[in-house]
């Protein structure tokens, strides 16, 4: 349901009905990290242009830290 790309193009964020973001690497999609949510569907992502804070909404906002595990590809 919800999808954001990190502004490097390496890594792709998406969310749903499972309350969970899903980290993947991008060219293969390969699944780097799942990071749980428990609050509920997840509608929509948002990423910072220095891809260091993720925005997620779902019954409420929320603005977390990430950290660079979760996003870098190397």
Do not use: C
């Not at 964020?13 to 991008?26: A, E």
């Not at 997840?42 to 595990?69: D, E, P």
Request: charged share 20%.
């Amino acid at each position: 349901r919800a999808l954001v790309i990190a502004s490097d193009g390496q890594t792709v964020m998406t969310g749903g009905g499972d309350k969970k973001i899903h980290f993947w690497q991008v060219p293969n999609l390969e699944q780097k990290h799942t990071l749980e949510v428990h609050t509920g569907e997840i509608r929509r992502l948002a990423l910072s242009s220095n891809n260091q804070q993720l925005v997620r909404y779902n019954q409420k906002l929320w603005i977390g830290h990430i950290r660079k595990a979760a996003y870098s590809h190397g």
